[in-house]
């Protein structure tokens, strides 16, 4: 087995590919190849890539890379109907009493969706089985407020649950295929990516692949292992036996910003010693205690990130007044279903006499009123019996559906059920030019949800939470992993905004 430690922009993930290229040009059969990363995305980009250089099949020559996950599925020969949804747990919650569905998440993998609860009780379920501990140590380890007893009813009770109507959850499929190491292939060569955040029941699967395998790849960063709390052992990554390489050159971070993070990774006494060198532009690092200053240009790259989401609340409220597109929790920060009504009457109202689609046109017609000088009665009802293929110009929605606007009309006249606030939030955005239907360059985040991610500018919160200042000082190593992490997102300004208590936050 051969580690690659990776510091932030170094292209661990680019090594990984390369060596499958390699084999690939050498001519290994793709499916002597077993290449496994956390989300389907980062697994197929090297199967993508090689299927465009080798002339391969995506599917039939890459059955070998996947998730985990996809890889249990597959191995355990699960159907979706074996998979726990978010309906069988609304029912289980039913039963106990108590509503464990919230904040639930759904994932499309191969074959199947995923689905988690973000409930506190399901984390600490899920943490019991991942890390192997088991429920009354999983108990310990939390900050759950639920009682001891009624944490471990709910646990047995979910267990109980899941095996009266033959269930398998998310963990659960790791669980089982731990178990079947006679039911694993066989590879010549075998790659794992983002190893800091395998987990103790993750790590038994790959040990199962290292014997299955005649050569292994691993690649990670400890100092990038902000998922302790989730169960990942960022230790076992680095104690593993076999041989190591630093990958020793960053394409990402520049100098300035490499000395703030080489000063961060020294307070971090648990980890893998590394060398690498940073880009040879200097790059810029600027301290401040309010955001009033900072142009957010429309054509800029952003990352806005602090440790806790209610954080970003006071800037998400100052862009907005100030005329920014954004993104937040993975949405714009006009919605979808208003950009699009914009969008379908200008396309509409336009020279080149536009079409829309039918959902296009109900999502048109749900912000416009009912009545003369807007869409007359009945109008909605007729479209909404309408084709799923139908196309519908301005002429038509006037002559079939009620459309009863001029076509001269503007969009803030035409679609008057928009919020006023959301108006008013549009007109500052297409006056200042922004291009409404395009992803936002100004992404708002946790560090934890921009793990991975990177701009060129970088706003940095310093400020902790009452809970992570005592995580932090029970487990500084913790605390400046997660720092390291937000720091080393830039690629040429890094602004740190101090915390108005010093005390309260990060120092650097």
């Not at 993930?13 to 690939?24: E, G, I, K």
């Not at 465009?52 to 996947?66: G, H, I, P, S």
Request: aromatic share 10%.
């Amino acid at each position: 087995m051969l580690r690659f430690f990776g510091p932030p922009g170094t292209g661990k993930t680019t090594t990984l590919l390369n060596l499958v290229d390699d084999a690939l040009a050498n001519g290994m059969a793709a499916n002597d190849i077993g290449y496994f990363a956390f989300t389907r995305k980062a697994s197929h980009e090297a199967r993508d890539r090689a299927v465009v250089r080798f002339n391969l099949d995506a599917d039939k020559d890459f059955t070998y890379f996947r998730t985990l996950h996809s890889l249990a599925f597959r191995l355990l020969g699960l159907t979706s109907s074996d998979v726990l949804s978010e309906k069988h747990l609304k029912d289980f919650s039913n039963t106990i009493g108590i509503d464990l569905s919230q904040g639930t998440k759904n994932d499309d993998d191969e074959g199947f969706t995923i689905f988690r609860s973000d409930h506190p009780m399901m984390r600490v379920a899920d943490l019991a089985r991942t890390t192997e501990l088991g429920p009354e140590a999983a108990y310990n380890c939390s900050q759950l407020h639920e009682p001891r007893h009624l944490f471990i009813h709910v646990y047995e009770e979910y267990e109980a649950f899941k095996k009266q109507n033959n269930l398998t959850d998310f963990t659960d499929m790791l669980v089982k295929l731990s178990q079947r190491p006679e039911i694993f292939p066989t590879f010549k060569l075998c790659f794992v990516d983002e190893a800091q955040d395998l987990t103790p029941l993750q790590w038994r699967i790959v040990d199962i692949l290292d014997k299955k395998s005649e050569r292994m790849f691993i690649a990670g960063d400890d100092d990038q292992g902000i998922y302790a709390w989730a169960g990942a052992d960022i230790h076992r990554f680095i104690s593993l036996p076999g041989g190591s390489e630093v990958l020793s050159q960053s394409y990402r971070v520049p100098r300035s910003i490499w000395e703030i993070a080489q000063k961060v990774s020294s307070r971090i006494k648990k980890r893998q010693p590394k060398t690498w060198s940073p880009r040879q532009e200097g790059g810029v690092v600027q301290r401040t205690y309010d955001t009033y200053d900072i142009d957010f240009a429309p054509d800029d790259e952003w990352l806005v990130m602090a440790q806790a989401n209610y954080m970003l609340s006071e800037i998400a409220g100052d862009l907005k007044r100030q005329g920014v597109f954004f993104e937040r929790y993975g949405e714009p920060s006009l919605g979808k279903k208003v950009r699009n009504a914009i969008f379908s009457w200008n396309h509409l109202t336009s020279e080149n006499n536009g079409e829309i689609s039918l959902s296009e046109a109900q999502n048109l017609f749900n912000h416009m009123g009912t009545g003369e000088g807007a869409v007359r009665r009945g109008g909605k009802a007729l479209l909404k019996a309408s084709h799923e293929d139908d196309t519908f110009t301005f002429g038509v929605l006037c002559e079939h559906f009620g459309l009863d606007v001029g076509l001269n009309t503007d969009w803030q006249s035409a679609l008057d059920k928009i919020k006023p606030e959301d108006k008013a939030y549009a007109e500052v955005l297409l006056s200042r030019g922004v291009d409404i239907s395009k992803k936002p360059k100004i992404r708002l985040s946790t560090i934890h949800g921009a793990k991975g991610g990177e701009a060129d500018n970088v706003l940095l919160y310093l400020d902790l939470t009452g809970k992570a200042l005592e995580e932090m000082g029970r487990n500084p190593d913790n605390a400046n992993r997660v720092l390291y992490v937000g720091v080393t997102r830039a690629k040429e300004r890094l602004i740190l905004k101090y915390p108005e208590d010093l005390q309260r936050g990060w120092s650097i």
